[in-house]
């Protein structure tokens, strides 16, 4: 059986996003425009291998011949949905309203999960948001990935904030009164090894997160697991909720973490505060 005999249908559509491969099945309708179909294929590689793709990127990542690549390319720069940059390509703002247009149709818990699921597509890993609730972190949106062992759990988890890389995002924006009542109500204790206990040690991770706009829980919480954490901005620039994404510490380095997760983690965050202001 071929791979294109195994894709998924829905009333005789491709369900799953197609191939170069897939579109041969069509062949036989008279009514299927290939053109249009390679070009939107080239889109879809710009939002599963984006945000910047050359031309022999793109037609590595659809399957398309080279040249085929460039015209699709050329055509979405004349029409004004890419635009060069350097030897490559390069989403234009006249695509966002389209996307905006499908992530406010699904309100804003289902547009901010998009977001979620297509970061835990590029990262591989489970990722989470999370707002405070007194001392604790509560899961307000997760996109979990099936290896062995994950970080988090499930949408309603509550967390103490204080030893997790969401908590000490959100209690950096706290007032100092505020904070020093929260810390009271949840003193810190011992969950492993790793877990930073002395209060001036808390209170100085908390800054350090605040500083940096990003934190590292490196196995302070569940032994095994790290994970790294943004703030989430309202239209104020207020943080209002934190993104993160994390897994086993034996896959997951501090390096890669930032070196990597950090910059798709923030554009995800951002993409995120957007929507909470639009939705």
């Not at 005999?5 to 897939?22: E, I, Q």
């Not at 908590?167 to 924006?173: D, E, N, S, T, V």
């Not at 997760?261 to 639009?278: D, G, H, N, T, V």
Request: charged share 20%; hydrophobic share 40%.
């Amino acid at each position: 059986m071929t791979d294109t005999a195994k894709t998924p249908r829905v009333h005789g559509a491709l369900r799953d996003p197609p191939s170069a491969a897939d579109m041969e099945s069509f062949s036989g309708d008279p009514h299927f425009m290939l053109s249009l179909a390679r070009g939107l294929l080239v889109l879809q590689a710009f939002v599963t291998n984006g945000p910047k793709l050359t031309v022999s990127e793109a037609a590595k990542v659809t399957g398309l011949a080279r040249a085929t690549a460039r015209r699709c390319l050329y055509t979405l720069e004349k029409v004004g949905y890419v635009g060069p940059e350097g030897n490559a390509f390069v989403l234009e703002s006249r695509f966002l309203p389209l996307a905006r247009a499908y992530l406010s149709s699904l309100g804003p818990e289902g547009s901010v999960q998009v977001v979620l699921d297509r970061l835990r597509d590029q990262i591989d890993e489970t990722c989470a948001m999370g707002k405070l609730d007194g001392a604790q972190i509560l899961y307000t949106s997760v996109a979990r990935r099936s290896h062995a062992r994950t970080m988090g759990g499930t949408m309603g988890l509550r967390v103490p904030a204080f030893c997790t890389s969401m908590g000490r995002i959100l209690l950096a924006q706290l007032e100092p009164d505020e904070l020093e009542a929260v810390l009271d109500s949840f003193p810190p204790v011992k969950f492993t090894q790793f877990t930073v206990t002395d209060p001036a040690e808390v209170r100085a991770c908390i800054r350090e997160a605040g500083r940096n706009g990003f934190s590292i829980n490196d196995q302070e919480l569940d032994l095994g697991l790290r994970a790294l954490s943004v703030p989430i901005h309202d239209h104020r620039g207020r943080v209002i909720a934190a993104l993160n994404a994390g897994g086993e510490a034996s896959r997951l380095s501090n390096s890669l973490l930032v070196g990597r997760f950090l910059p798709l983690l923030r554009e995800a965050a951002k993409e995120i505060s957007q929507l909470i202001e639009q939705v």
